[in-house]
């Protein structure tokens, strides 16, 4: 089993800045692809930025040049640091990952619990 373990979120006002951490552990052999969904209430929950395994990112034009993804690879843990923070940046926070669990395995995708983030006015 994998588990996806986040932290990091809270409340901040508008134009403050927010770092969001998840760490994977379970049975890994290798994590492909990690990364960070959101979902505000009442909307679907979209993709803000992922990093795969050699490094390539991908963000929402929403976030780029505000949120900053990183990853430690040797920890299993990824990070989202968001700078700039506006109202409509509130919502669930996912960590996401897509894992290779042992060398004869599949890639199968991991959720985390979700972790608020609320940015005031």
């Known amino acids: 089993q994998v588990q996806l373990v986040e932290s990091g979120g809270g409340l901040v006002q508008a134009g403050g800045s927010l770092r969001l951490s998840c760490g994977a552990s379970?049975?890994?052999?290798?994590?492909?692809?990690m990364g960070w969904y959101r979902q505000a209430p009442g909307k679907q929950r979209e993709l803000v930025a992922t990093?795969?395994?050699?490094?390539?990112?991908n963000y929402a034009d929403s976030v780029k040049d505000r949120f900053t993804i990183s990853r430690d690879n040797a920890k299993n843990t990824v990070y989202l640091q968001m700078n700039s923070l506006k109202p409509e940046d509130t919502a669930v926070y996912y960590c996401?990952?897509?894992?290779?669990?042992?060398?004869?395995?599949?890639?199968?995708?991991?959720w985390g619990q979700g972790t608020q983030v609320t940015v005031s006015s």
């Open positions: 990093m795969s395994s050699a490094g390539n990112t």
């Open positions: 379970g049975s890994i052999f290798s994590i492909n692809l």
């Open positions: 996401y990952a897509i894992v290779t669990r042992n060398s004869r395995s599949g890639q199968y995708p991991y």
